[in-house]
T-cell receptor, first 114, second 116 residues
Framework: NAGVTQTPKFRILKIGQSMTLQCAQDMNHNYMYWYRQDPGMGLKLIYYSVGAGITDKGEVPNGYNVSRSTTEDFPLRLELAAPSQTSVYFC?????????????FGEGSWLTVV | AQKVTQAQTEISVVEKEDVTLDCVYETRDTTYYLFWYKQPPSGELVFLIRRNSFDEQNEISGRYSWNFQKSTSSFNFTITASQVVDSAVYFCALSEAYFGNEKLTFGTGTRLTIIP
């Protein structure tokens, strides 16, 4: 059971390039999330999904796109990378258990835009 | 809108001292969840505790304890007899209580340094 897996772990992008951060979970969780963490700050929600085919914006969605074609995968797309998108990105998933919600985080993806 | 405030940006204490990390939150929801996460230098997020808004009992787990007071909207975290391995950034977070949906609002974190 791998939990939440993010790839790549590190990436350097040039301004204007595009890339996709991959996120996969093998726990059959309906809910998935993308957060970003800027230096010295807490995490902020970019996008989330309540199930396959359904996505919604979080607090800081501009410059990003997501899709959820399967329960397992929730990729985050950066179309035109900007220096302001230099950040650490965390993917997460959650489910509703008997004692309430439980959320699992991936290990993070460090992205630098130069 | 929800908000979490961690007023202490950085704290340094000598090993074996006790230290309390403050967390104050704002929400209009009557049902919500509060969390503490630890982020060591390696960068991953380590779950420490999750508390339902209806459960105001204080909790102790080894050297860690949490004090939840709805009257002051605070959820403070105390480490007793601190150790160097406790050095990390600690985040307090708040989530709405929707079924299975765990959208978290994080504070800005407190960087804790334990001096040997």
């Amino acid at each position: 059971n791998a939990g939440v897996t993010q790839t790549p772990k590190f990436r350097i992008l040039k301004i204007g390039q595009s890339m996709t951060l991959q996120c996969a979970q093998d726990m059959n969780h309906n809910y998935m999330y993308w957060y970003r963490q800027d230096p010295g700050m807490g995490l902020k929600l970019i996008y989330y999904s309540v199930g396959a085919g359904i996505t919604d914006k979080g607090e800081v969605p501009n410059g990003y796109n997501v899709s959820r074609s399967t329960t397992e995968d929730f990729p985050l797309r950066l179309e035109l990378a900007a220096p302001s998108q230099t950040s650490v990105y965390f993917c997460a998933s959650s489910y509703r258990g008997n004692s309430g919600n439980t959320i699992y985080f991936g290990e993070g993806s460090w992205l630098t835009v130069v | 809108a929800q908000k979490v405030t961690q007023a202490q940006t950085e704290i340094s204490v000598v090993e074996k001292e006790d230290v309390t990390l403050d967390c104050v939150y704002e929400t209009r929801d009557t049902t919500y969840y509060l969390f503490w996460y630890k982020q060591p230098p390696s960068g991953e997020l380590v779950f420490l505790i999750r508390r339902n808004s209806f459960d105001e009992q204080n909790e102790i787990s080894g050297r860690y304890s949490w004090n939840f007071q709805k009257s002051t909207s605070s959820f403070n975290f105390t480490i007793t007899a601190s150790q160097v391995v406790d050095s990390a950034v600690y985040f307090c977070a708040l989530s709405e209580a929707y079924f299975g949906n765990e959208k978290l609002t994080f504070g800005t974190g407190t960087r804790l340094t334990i001096i040997p």
